[in-house]
């Protein structure tokens, strides 16, 4: 979109694009002493203010299983819309990982306008816990923005950057 087009959706009260390049967000999959550990099933997605799903960032499942009974253990996510998606989804979907720090690209951020924003996490094992993190951050024009949050169990240090 050229800067004359978000002066005229100024002009007739449209919030503008809020111009955010790329982002990423680095979660923390704990390791667990448990006798059978099974790698979680992990959602992630962005949501506004009203609590509304804005974006799907990536579902992490077993690849092998679609459409096994734990995707929608992933409770939220297929509330918010995992229910309504074809999996696998280019793009989206991709296998389970292994205990440790994993970052995931959040792309397509220039078409969300400027505002207050969470991206959630929901984690869920076979045989094990759930857990779901929101990290608030903020979206503005020109800046950056930087948050973080953490989880107790299924979940470690979560956080998220969004780069202008």
Not at 143 to 164: F, Q
């Amino acid at each position: 979109m050229r800067p004359s087009h978000y002066l005229a959706l100024a002009a007739i009260g449209l919030p503008a694009p809020a111009l955010a390049n790329s982002g990423s967000v680095s979660i923390e999959i704990p390791r667990m002493s448990v006798n059978t550990y099974r790698k979680p099933y992990v959602a992630v997605w962005i949501e506004n203010e009203g609590g509304q799903q804005v974006k799907m960032v990536t579902v992490l499942h077993d690849q092998a299983r679609i459409g096994a009974r734990w995707l929608p253990d992933l409770r939220m996510w297929w509330r918010k819309g995992g229910r309504a998606m074809d999996m696998p989804s280019d793009g989206i979907s991709g296998p389970t990982r292994a205990p440790g720090r994993h970052t995931i690209p959040l792309r397509g951020l220039e078409g969300l306008a400027a505002g207050n924003y969470s991206v959630v996490v929901e984690a869920v094992r076979e045989n094990g816990g759930r857990e779901l993190v929101k990290v608030p951050f903020s979206l503005t024009p020109g800046r950056a923005a930087n948050a973080s949050a953490s989880g107790s169990r299924e979940l470690g240090a979560v956080s998220v950057t969004v780069r202008p």
